[in-house]
């Protein structure tokens, strides 16, 4: 099973799998880091890759974060030399649940894109759906 790793801006990573096991239920294998005001970014790196590490029981860790270009996005980026590591930005319910459904069949390289159109998918003008 591919792990997941929720890398966030404050306690969004935490707040977004509270909501996520509503919906679909708790999971095994994901997990949350934040950084917060003050942090030290290099301890944020050194947790990534602990976790990661942790996570990963052969067929890779996916790695969902927030902002491109914000400090989880660019720990992570520093750490994707690591063997069997992805990463995709803009994390949203979506996209984390359907990651979960697919990660027991996907595979690592397949992950990003399941990630990244189920991010697109879920955001629509309702207004315009039912209108």
Known sequence: MIG????????????????MELVF????????????????????????KERAKELDDGEGVLVLVDLLGGSPCNVTASCLKQEGLECVTGLNLPMLISVLEEREDGTLCSMPKVAMEAGKTGIVNVKQLIG
């Open 4 to 19: 997941v790793l929720l890398v966030t801006h404050g306690n969004f990573s935490e707040a977004i799998i509270k909501s």
């Open 25 to 48: 239920g708790r999971q095994e294998k994901l997990e949350a880091l934040t950084l917060n005001h003050g942090d030290d970014v290099e301890e944020l790196t050194r947790q990534v």
